[in-house]
């Protein structure tokens, strides 16, 4: 029923910046939360940011605190995340999520819906 497209993965140097989107088909994400996880080669996936259905509430991983924004536009049934001061640990696939419910959630299990993820790579 939902599509999600990830886009804006690339290679940059430690301290750069990216930008990620995720492009929404079919029904619309206004009304839905939606989340990015990330998974390194052979590492377990790892939640990063949550953003409610308002785009109200919002939580974070630790380690994306104060450096990553989660924000959406519904209108472009679009969500973004912007990563700031990157660092080669933030080197993995991202994955763009959405849930049937309104309700922000930092856990892989209450997401239905999955992009096939961007590659972002943070050299030294």
């Known amino acids: 029923q939902v599509q999600l497209v990830e886009s804006g993965g690339g290679l940059v140097q430690a301290g750069g910046s990216l930008r990620l989107s995720c492009a929404a088909s079919g029904r619309t994400i206004s009304s839905t939360a939606m989340a990015w996880f990330r998974q390194a080669p052979g590492k377990e996936h790892e939640f990063v940011a949550t953003i409610s259905g308002s785009g109200v509430v919002t939580y974070y991983a630790d380690s994306a605190q104060g450096r990553f924004t989660i924000s959406r536009n519904s209108a472009k049934n679009t969500l973004y995340l912007q990563m700031n001061s990157l660092k080669p640990e933030d080197t993995a696939v991202y994955y763009c999520?959405?849930?049937?419910?309104?309700?922000?959630?930092?856990?892989?299990?209450?997401?239905?819906?999955w992009g096939q993820g961007t590659q972002v790579t943070v050299s030294s």
């Open positions: 999520a959405a849930r049937g419910s309104s309700t922000a959630a930092r856990y892989r299990d209450r997401y239905d819906y």
